[in-house]
């Protein structure tokens, strides 16, 4: 009888001598602590910026070492197409509407706004820091400037950055239109940067962000003891406009300014990632990448590209929603594309399930749990995406279709009304990811079907008055 792999490579392990250091080992491996967590958010990237997701100019050898060494999820999605919305939802695991972090009339919050994500939303970082971790919020935070809305006051150990988009509190002595965003200087935007609840700077030194965010993400990773998990959100700035880089990356791309930032953000995950291995806890750390929502289109050579998808950010077309998305966790995750379906909003489910902290209670969560995928262990159980532009049901994607309810065109770009699509449209997005033919004639029983699941959501569904109003 032939014997079996499995048998003949423990006789092989064991003539060697080395059968009990493979146990050890073994047992290091099931006693090692709760997993870290790094999460990575750009602002306004593109689903085809980056070369690991086909951008032909745009260097990106880390990130791309990220996509080999990991995975690249190819169908992964913020919870809204701008700013503030979809980073309260990565953080709550809730649609924006649920928390009230959106609006149809104001579109992010803005320096002059005075609400901000409510004391009642329970944040993945509060949630990690009740299971024992220490947490670390860096960057761009927009989820409300007020002391009472800042990050050290939503389960952040600690903070370092600027606390709204880096285009606001535009100076007055700034040129006007357009040249204060295409030949940008610090001087001309008034934004502050905090430790903690401390103004240190302002206007900030934009062309030092990426590398100081960089500098302070990597220092929290050096001083953590390897018995204590930690959370780190490092919320990027960048390539929102106005564009600023660091001197060594000027002039280095030939994507132009615009591939200089990408570039430099690409060096910084290269320095995430070897702090991870100096510190000795790469292997028990996942580190997430990806983007709240898409590139700012009517930028020009200063937004980014969606690639094969269409429109960009503020629309709930694809290129709007879909995120270039990169998980990485040495000798954990199975390596891979996968074309499975996953939310920002996952990331709370997902990180529960890996600590075994506890979710949070007494709320609805629209977050599902993607350790399967992430550890090759089953597909993803999210069928289902819900595509919001303020309080309004743009479209729904169930598995590989998805319908247009209504239509609106990016900032900057026609049709700048929100039109109703009567009758509904329909795309299978796995044909065509760039919903360019409609074939809603053809399939009505999927557009019933999806009514269907709008019925239901809408059952259960309790938005909340608009913090950004206020």
């Not at 104001?106 to 971790?133: C, D, H, Q, W």
């Amino acid at each position: 009888m032939k014997q079996p792999l499995w048998l003949f490579m423990i006789a092989v392990i064991a003539a060697a001598g080395l059968l009990p250091l493979c146990i050890a080992r073994a047992a290091d491996k099931s006693e090692t602590s709760k997993p870290n967590f790094v999460v990575i958010f750009c602002d306004d990237l593109g689903y085809g910026d980056l070369g690991c997701f086909g951008h032909p100019t745009i260097k990106t050898p880390r990130l791309d070492q990220m996509a080999i060494e990991g995975q690249r999820w190819t169908q992964f999605y913020s919870a809204a197409p701008v700013c503030t919305p979809s980073r309260a939802a990565l953080l709550t695991g809730r649609l924006p509407l649920r928390s009230g972090m959106c609006s149809d009339r104001r579109r992010v919050l803005f320096p002059n706004s005075k609400g901000g994500l409510p004391a009642s939303e329970v944040t993945i970082a509060e949630m990690l820091r009740e299971a024992g971790y220490a947490t670390a919020c860096v960057g761009k935070w927009h989820l409300g400037h007020h002391e009472e809305f800042l990050p050290t006051n939503h389960g952040f150990d600690s903070y370092f950055g600027i606390p709204y988009s880096n285009d606001m509190d535009r100076a007055k002595s700034a040129p006007k239109g357009r040249t204060s965003i295409f030949q940008p200087q610090s001087e001309y935007f008034e934004v502050p940067i905090l430790r903690d609840l401390e103004e240190i700077e302002r206007p900030a030194h934009q062309t030092t962000l990426t590398l100081r965010y960089t500098q302070q993400a990597t220092k929290f990773i050096s001083e953590q003891p390897k018995d204590k998990p930690f959370f780190l959100y490092l919320a990027h700035s960048m390539p929102h406009v106005p564009l600023f880089r660091s001197p060594d990356f000027e002039n280095q791309s030939l994507r132009g300014l615009y591939g200089d930032v990408i570039e430099e953000i690409d060096w910084s995950v290269g320095q995430i990632l070897d702090s991870l291995e100096n510190a000795g806890v790469a292997e028990n750390t996942l580190v997430v990448f990806t983007s709240d929502n898409g590139p700012w289109t009517s930028q020009l050579d200063h937004g980014g590209s969606a690639g094969l998808l269409h429109e960009g950010k503020g629309t709930t077309w694809e290129g709007g929603m879909r995120e270039p998305t990169l998980m990485w966790w040495p000798e954990t995750i199975q390596p891979g594309t996968v074309a499975d379906l996953g939310s920002t909003m996952d990331l709370l489910a997902t990180f529960a399930a890996l600590s075994g902290a506890q979710k949070p209670s007494g709320r609805t969560l629209d977050s599902f749990d993607l350790s399967g995928p992430i550890t090759g262990q089953g597909p993803s159980p999210r069928e289902h995406i819900f595509y919001y532009r303020g309080y309004q049901l743009m479209a729904v994607r169930h598995r590989e279709y998805k319908v247009h309810y209504q239509q609106q065109g990016s900032y900057g770009t026609e049709p700048k009304k929100r039109t109703k699509c009567e009758p509904p449209k329909l795309y299978h997005l796995e044909i065509d990811p760039s919903e360019r033919y409609n074939i809603a004639a053809e399939n009505p029983e999927v557009i019933a079907e999806i009514d269907a699941l709008v019925v239901t959501h809408r059952s259960s569904l309790k938005p909340a008055p608009s913090q950004l109003e206020h």
